[in-house]
């Protein structure tokens, strides 16, 4: 009665990928944008010491 279709499962598998994928990036966009501005505030630290 309930037959399990390739074409059904892939379906799923590919909405499933398009929520998740969106989300890992703006988690590694965010990420990788507070590393950087953490590293370009010990750059000028740096900077400021040594005037």
Do not use: C, H
């Amino acid at each position: 009665m309930s037959d399990i279709n390739a074409g059904d499962v892939f379906f799923q598998l590919v909405m499933l990928l398009f929520l998740i994928v969106p989300a890992v990036l703006i988690f590694y966009g965010v990420r990788s944008w507070r590393k950087r501005t953490k590293q370009l505030e010990r750059i000028e630290r740096k900077l400021d010491e040594r005037r």
